[in-house]
């Protein structure tokens, strides 16, 4: 089974910064990202990866947040600067072998990693 591992979470203080890192065992994801759900809200986009490197941002994170991924490794990773209390939730991995709109097929998550912006 595909296992996707999460790390890089952690406390830290408003305008500082975090990396999160996701590896998976499977093979090649089409898609990868990131998602976060804040207590009591609802689980949000934050930004996903293709294959090919184009990107997506959620508004709210455009200039302070960069993900990237190491297709050898099988890995992404989210790049969080300029960190706000409002950023903090627990961040999930995805990886998606979808392709939209010519093929959609299975997708995973991780169990997620908990980022605390707090002074």
């Not at 790390?7 to 408003?14: E, I, K, Y």
């Not at 979808?98 to 991780?110: D, M, V």
């Amino acid at each position: 089974q595909v296992q996707l591992v999460e790390s890089g979470g952690g406390l830290v203080q408003p305008g500082g910064s975090l990396r999160l890192s996701c590896a998976a065992s499977g093979s090649a994801f089409n898609i990868m990202g990131w998602y976060r759900q804040a207590p009591g809200k609802q689980r949000e986009l934050v930004a996903t990866i293709t294959i090919r490197g184009f990107t997506n941002y959620a508004d709210s994170v455009k200039g302070r947040f960069t993900i990237s991924r190491d297709n050898a490794k099988n890995t992404v990773y989210l790049q969080m600067n300029s960190l706000k209390p409002e950023d903090t939730a627990t961040y999930y991995c995805n990886a998606d072998e979808s392709n939209p709109p010519h093929y959609y097929g299975r997708a995973y998550w991780g169990k997620g990693t908990l980022v605390t912006v707090s002074s």
